[in-house]
């Protein structure tokens, strides 16, 4: 199984996910990131490890039907199996989407449905809930509204304040994706690869 890592910025969770792939603890190949950003920080991630990467930014006057072909140009060069959006800040369109179906899945740093987009934790901590965690969900092309796989909850504390919620979603984040991903692998990429072969 092969796959590439999506990804928009500073490029943490990319960094877990190669973790995870030297350890063996994910089975499958990381192949490739692809980056949206030409100055992301992700980048200089993937070249200290050593990791092929492609920077394509969406022209003003570009469709977004005619980006994404671009970027399955580059995924089936690479014979990408399935994707794992790490800090991606695209929403993605049909034409990724139908490429590969239930084949994307997505990190997001609040309890989904609550406090979706780009600022989930910041949302959470300013809402006086006393609660938030981590989701991880299939992409579908909404905004986090994706079948979710997997949540994990904390306790907002008393004494938080941003930064502190910030570096313990973090450390959820970090420890529960690459688990996630290779129950994922297991459980249902294989088996639609099984089935496509017989």
């Known amino acids: 199984m092969r796959f590439a890592v999506f990804a928009s910025g500073n490029g943490s969770n990319?960094?877990?996910i190669v973790r995870a792939v030297e350890n063996k603890?994910?089975?499958?190949?990381?192949?490739?990131?692809?980056?949206?950003k030409?100055?992301?920080?992700?980048?200089?991630?993937?070249?200290k490890k050593k990791i092929p990467y492609m920077v394509i930014e969406k022209e003003k006057q570009e469709t977004k039907e005619s980006y994404e072909k671009k970027i399955i140009e580059y995924l089936e060069e690479k014979s990408?199996?399935?994707?794992?959006?790490?800090g991606y800040m695209k929403i993605l369109g049909h034409v990724l989407l139908e490429k590969y179906p239930k084949k994307i899945i997505n990190l997001h740093p609040s309890l989904l449905p609550s406090f979706?987009?780009?600022?989930?934790?910041?949302?959470?901590?300013?809402?006086?809930?006393?609660?938030?965690g981590i989701t991880i969900?299939?992409?579908d092309q909404g905004i986090d509204?994706?079948?979710?796989?997997?949540?994990?909850?904390?306790?907002?504390?008393?004494?938080?304040?941003?930064?502190s919620l910030e570096t313990r979603i973090h450390e959820l984040e970090h420890r529960y994706y690459p688990i996630v991903i290779e129950k994922y692998i297991r459980e249902v990429v294989l088996?639609?690869?099984?089935?496509?072969?017989?």
């Open 116 to 132: 979706p987009g780009k600022q989930g934790i910041h949302d959470a901590f300013y809402s006086k809930e006393k609660e938030t």
């Open 38 to 47: 030409k100055n992301a920080y992700v980048i200089e991630r993937a070249k």
């Open 80 to 86: 990408i199996d399935f994707i794992i959006l790490a």
């Open 14 to 16: 990319f960094e877990a």
């Open 137 to 139: 969900h299939l992409v």
């Open 191 to 198: 088996n639609d690869k099984k089935k496509s072969l017989n």
């Open 145 to 163: 509204t994706g079948p979710i796989i997997f949540q994990h909850a904390i306790s907002i504390t008393r004494h938080e304040t941003l930064s």
């Open 25 to 36: 603890e994910i089975s499958a190949t990381l192949v490739c990131l692809f980056s949206d």
